[in-house]
């Protein structure tokens, strides 16, 4: 069996343009802009890449965006300042700390002192309870967007065989979460499960949110299953120069997608999906600010 190929670069194109026509909705039907403020302490190379197509991308669906850099050698008392004036600001709908913060800043206080509401990243612990508890939450944005690309190919996803494997707060766990919020039977694997080759063999979905470059062999997977590649790893590449990198997943590739029913690939995957879901998550906030009806087909 050839795997289909899921391509989340085309589907993060459709979410983005389904979040546009609605903010374009709210904007000529209620005189509202959704709006967006990311806050950046450092000079964290990663982050600014990340951050600045945030910005980009928050632009082109019609947003406001709001970009804050505060220094690396920010006070909490500073940085939790920042976070209150965009908690009390109306025409801020969405707030996120891109992480990691500074070692000297205390991860848990900061996030748990953005409103709830426009906890667009879904880490404030009141959202992971909501959650946790099947309740209207604001969700994870990169499990929220494999969840919505398993429902794109599968329809339901009831009854079938999850396999998470890892059990960060940021993806596995919540991931998890929702796959049983969609009714399957959810395993969640880490780096202390016996046997996870058997355990992955039983799956007809696999996640892999590991960060272990092309972990998962093709013969752990079983015949026809789904897997949903997290992973982000950067590996020397010579075969295309010297210096070179290229990015791979937790799963390889190759012979996954040679047993496997659907999988997505890297990059071009779970990645586009996630910014996607930061500017659905904020617009759900914005709807939901103003007692709005939601967005149909963008939330958990
Ligand atoms: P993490 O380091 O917080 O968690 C990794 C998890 O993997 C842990 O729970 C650990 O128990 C488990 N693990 C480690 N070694 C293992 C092993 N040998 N066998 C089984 N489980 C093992 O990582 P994270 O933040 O969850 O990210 C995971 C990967 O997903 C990384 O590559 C990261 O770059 C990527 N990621 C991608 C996106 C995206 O937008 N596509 C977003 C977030 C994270």
Known sequence: MTATVIDGKAFAAKVRGMVGEHVATLKADHGITPGLAVVLVGEDPASQVYVKSKGKMTVEVGMKSVEHRMDADVSEADLLAMIDTLNNDPTIHGIL?????????????????????????????????????GQKAMVPCTPLGSLMMLRDHHGSLSGMNAVVIGRSNIVGKPMAQLLLGDSCTVTIAH???????????????????????EMVPGDWIKPGAT???????????????????????????????????AITPVPGG???????????????????????????????
Request: aromatic share 2%; charged share 20%; hydrophobic share 45%.
């Open 191 to 213: 780096s202390r499960t016996k046997d996870l080759a058997a355990v992955v063999r039983q799956a007809d979905i696999v996640v892999a949110a590991v960060g272990r470059a």
């Open 227 to 261: 897997v949903i590649d997290v992973g982000i790893n950067r590996l020397d590449a010579p075969e295309k120069g010297e210096g070179k990198t290229k990015l791979v997943g937790d799963v390889d590739y190759a012979s996954c997608a040679a047993v496997a029913g």
């Open 270 to 300: 779970v990645g586009p999906m996630t910014i996607a879901c930061l500017l659905a998550n904020t617009l759900t906030a914005c709807c939901r600010a103003n007692d709005l009806a939601e967005p149909t087909g963008l939330t958990a």
């Open 97 to 133: 700390v891109q992480l990691p913060l500074p070692d000297h800043l205390n991860s848990d206080l900061v996030i748990n002192s953005i409103d709830p509401a426009k906890d667009v990243d879904g880490f404030h612990i009141s959202n992971v309870g909501l959650l946790g508890t």
